[in-house]
């Protein structure tokens, strides 16, 4: 990857609506040499999907939910990821290091189809210790772009 093709990804990463003209007039390359090279990237996978960020305060509610498990093991870790890969309310699912096991960020109607969602899924699972949920009222920051 060169500096043309970081640059495109800067821009795409900030409106992937812009035309290979407006790209390549701001990288100084042909129409043409924009268009391979975002072909390239997105056959490559580094470029994973181009679409619409909805603003989630018109949404619904977003949730995060903090998981620890009572018992740890491959079984109840894979069981858990595999539900939360399935369930169309979870945007994002990590595994992470420290006190809680995994942390779920969700988006839901409202506060009641949450209380539901939570019964279902983690009330009912003998090996979650303990969840811990933060409702967001305000979002600060997002961006979705990744430093190149």
């Known amino acids: 990857m060169d500096a043309f093709d970081k640059r495109l990804l ?13 790209l390549g007039e701001a990288l100084g390359l042909s129409a043409t040499a ?37 018992k740890e093991s491959h079984a109840t ?4 990821k595999t539900a939360m890969k399935a369930a169309p309310e ?8 420290g006190e809680v096991d995994f942390i779920v960020i969700a988006h839901f109607e409202d506060l009641p189809a949450y209380d ?10 003998p090996a979650i210790a303990r969840t811990t949920t933060n409702v967001v009222y305000r979002r600060v920051k ?6 190149i």
Request: proline residues 1%.
């Open 90 to 97: 979870v945007r994002q699912c990590y595994t992470v290091s």
């Open 10 to 22: 800067e821009l795409l990463q900030r409106d992937n609506r812009r035309t290979y003209d407006e």
């Open 34 to 70: 924009v268009r391979r090279r975002a072909a390239r990237l997105r056959e490559q996978g580094i470029i994973a999907a181009d679409v619409s960020i909805l603003n989630t305060d018109q949404m619904g509610i977003s949730v995060i939910v903090s998981v620890r498990f009572e």
């Open 77 to 80: 870790y894979e069981a858990f």
């Open 116 to 125: 539901d969602w939570v019964a279902e899924n983690f009330l009912s699972n």
């Open 142 to 147: 997002f961006d979705t772009a990744i430093p």
